[in-house]
Structure formats: C-alpha cells, structure tokens
C-alpha cells in the first residue's frame, strides 16, 4: 500500500492544522482535523496490484459501481461503433486510474467544464474531463476520468506517446468522480450495471478471437 503523491499536500496541510488547533485549543479541538489527517491517508491510498498480462482481456480501469453499459457510435476516438461502461467512485473508492490494455497513448484530450454529481447521465457531456486513447496490435480503447460534484482536479502522469503496461497507473480524480471506458463493438462485456469493479483486478471486457 502507498499514498499517491499528489495527497501529501492535504496530509501536512490536515497535519499542521491539527498540530496548531490542538496548541492554541486544546486536544479535544483537534480531533475533528486529526480525523481529516486519516481521511486523506485513506482516500489517497494506492494499493500494489499487479495484474496478469493478457493481450485479449481488459482489466476495469478504477474502483467503483457500474453504473450502466451502453452501445454508441464513438466519434472522439474510435470513429466506430462502441460500448461504453460507465464507472461511479465515491469518496471511499480508491481514486488511482489503471490502463485496462497495454499499449501506446495515441490521443489525449483534456476538456474543462462543470461539477454536476458524476452519477448523473449528463455528467460525460457537461464536466471538466480528460480522456487518453490506447492503441495497440488488437484494439484501441478510450478512457475517460470526469469530475464530479466533489472532484475538483483531475490528474494525469501520462502524456502523448507514452508505453503503458496493461494494469498501470496513468492518474486519478481527486475525489467522488466517474471513469468510462469505450471499447469496439465486438469486445465481450462481462460486467453488468450495479456490479463493484476493482481497477486492475477485475476483467470487465474480453477478445473473442
């Protein structure tokens, strides 16, 4: 288990808070902020997964709730028809992203926009976004982080060009937020909408070739 980088602002920030609260008010004032100091710990979590290779299967990009799966023509990066499954995480989620496949970042995009809460449908249109597309010699998929109500910050370690493995880390939504991953037509989807996905863990797609 490690902490994502990116929350060890909030940590000492929570840290220094509760450190000056609990001197100037006594402990019983510091324990709501000490409280935050855990909160962030747990939020910013990043737990070691390492997912078993394979070229004809895609691992969930995130930790969540499906919250549905759909068929559409995808003009952003496929230019073909698609499915979709779309994937809540709320605060309690682990918030790290993982590449479902291996292969290279062939489009990047990242749109502003507004914070309508992320299960809500016209979140994938009206939110602040990023979403990167991977290609390799089976497929190319998009995955796209949008922000939600909570969210604030969508983060990214990657950028065009770039070799992920299939399971790697490439960012995160700094709070409740929602993933979506787009995959041709002709991928098997082996989830359904309310099921719990574990990014890099469970199988949420396969190649049936």
Known sequence: MRIVKDGYPFILGAAAVTVLVGYFFGLIAAVPFFLLILFFTYFFRNPDRTPVEDENILYSPADGTVMGVEEFFDEEYLNAEAKKVIIFLSVFNVHVNRSPVAGEIKYQRYTC???VPAYK???SFENERHAIGIQNNKMKVLVIQIAGLLA???VSWVSLGKELEQGECYGMIKFASCT???VPKDVEILCKKGDKVVGGVTVLGRINS
């Open 180 to 182: 979506e991953l787009v």
């Open 113 to 115: 926009g507004e914070f």
């Open 152 to 154: 604030r910050r969508i």
């Open 121 to 123: 449908k016209s979140a």
